[in-house]
Structures are given as C-alpha cells and as structure tokens.
C-alpha cells in the first residue's frame, strides 16, 4: 500500500502569503491529485493528474512534482482558501486510492 | 448543475446492515465511473469502493472487501452501497463521488452518516 505523508500538519498564514503544501509517497505515484476541504462540507477537486487545475479552480492554485514528491502551491492566500488539503493517489493495477492525512491552512 | 445526493444513513447497530443510495442529475451517469469515499468524524478521507460505468467491474478497499457491494441502476441514475457486518470503525459520513479519469474525484455529494452503536 502507497502511504501518502502530508507536511506540515497545520500552518498559521495570513492573507496574500503564498503557501507551499508538500505531499510525500512511499513509493512512485503515477497520478496524484489535490483536495480542498472546508467545515462541513464535501471536498472540492482543485488539481488532478499532478499539476492540471480542475473546472473553475482558481489560478493562484497550481501544483507539481513527480515521482515521490508533489506539491501544491497557493500564490496569494485569499480568506476563502484557508481550509484542509488533502492529496490522493492511485495506484496503477488494481486500482486503489489512498489520501494523505491533511494539512490544515489557519489564520 | 451536477447534482449527487446520498440518501440511508442512519444508526444502525454491530453487526447489522445498511443500504446507501446516491441520486444523479447534471452527469452522464452510463458514461461515469462512480465510487464511495468515506470520512469518520473528525477524521481524514479513505476510499471504500469503485465501479465502473457500465458495472461490469468493481475494485474495493481492503478493509471492507465481502462486507460491502457497490452497484449502480443506470435506468434511474442510481448508485447503492450494500454495507453488511457494520462495525463501529465503519462510522462515518459516507459520500458518493464521481470518478475523473480513474484517477480522481470530480464531483461530490454532501455526504449521509452512518452510526454503528448500540
């Protein structure tokens, strides 16, 4: 089983600040992809496939990497952005997802 | 406007069964893959259960392989998780997802909670 690791688990920003989530695999990831998750309500899918932002995501969100080690980056926090973020993966045969445990974005 | 709704949660004792329904509209439901992801309180997300968009295959989480069904009624844009032996590791709110790709998750449902308590 692929065990994605999330750092860091919290981080205290502010508004305009550019934030760098770092999402690490035990082993090579083929597809990963990124998740928005406010209180009470269902994620959101911000980038599939590593770096391909997703319908009607802003573009301040991107991400990158391949390999062992992706990342998302958020250029210029806005109020509306602090929530948790969770990255996904899946495996090649037989499919099976697996999400890294969340970093949690506060004020 | 897509919209997913999850119907049959509730609180349902160890070791009995619950059946969940997700109601589809705004999506190609015989084109899309669809899937079961589960999140327990104030816990992180975990998948339980994929199938593809003409049933003819289904892949499941290790944890809950001979204990849950996944299944789908194209006629009524409909998908169903069969949960039997539910235990309390099983509480969580239980959302139904669509597949992109088979590689990621592009629309959601709000989500419908099931509690294994006595």
């Known amino acids: 089983e692929i065990v994605l690791t999330q750092s860091p688990a919290t981080l205290s920003l502010s508004p305009g600040e550019r934030v760098t989530l770092s999402c690490r695999a035990s082993?090579?990831?083929?597809?990963l992809a990124w998740y928005q998750q406010k209180p009470g309500q269902a994620p959101r899918l911000l980038i599939y496939d590593g770096f391909n932002r997703a319908t009607g995501i802003p573009a301040r969100f991107s991400g990158s990497g391949s390999g062992t080690d992706f990342t998302l980056t958020i250029s210029s926090l806005e109020p509306e952005d602090f929530a948790v973020y969770y990255c996904?993966?899946?495996?090649?045969?037989?499919?099976?997802?697996?999400f890294g445990q969340g970093t949690k974005v506060e004020i | 406007q897509v919209q997913l709704v999850e119907s049959g949660g509730g609180v349902v004792p160890p070791g009995e069964s619950l059946r969940l329904s997700c109601e589809t509209s705004?999506?190609?439901?015989?084109?899309?893959?669809m899937h079961w992801v589960r999140q327990a309180p104030g816990k992180g997300l975990e998948w339980v259960a994929f199938?593809?968009?003409?049933?003819?295959?289904?892949f499941y989480a290790d944890f809950v392989k001979g204990r849950f069904t996944i299944s789908r009624d194209t006629s009524k844009k409909t998908l169903h998780l069969e949960m039997n032996s539910l235990s309390a590791e099983d509480t969580a709110v239980y959302y139904c997802v669509k597949d992109k790709g088979t590689t990621s998750f592009d629309y959601w449902g709000q989500g419908t909670l099931v509690t294994v308590s006595s």
């Open positions: 996904q993966q899946r495996t090649n045969w037989p499919p099976e997802f697996t």
């Open positions: 705004g999506i190609t439901f015989s084109f899309s893959g």
């Open positions: 082993q090579i990831v083929t597809y």
């Open positions: 199938i593809r968009h003409d049933g003819t295959t289904t």
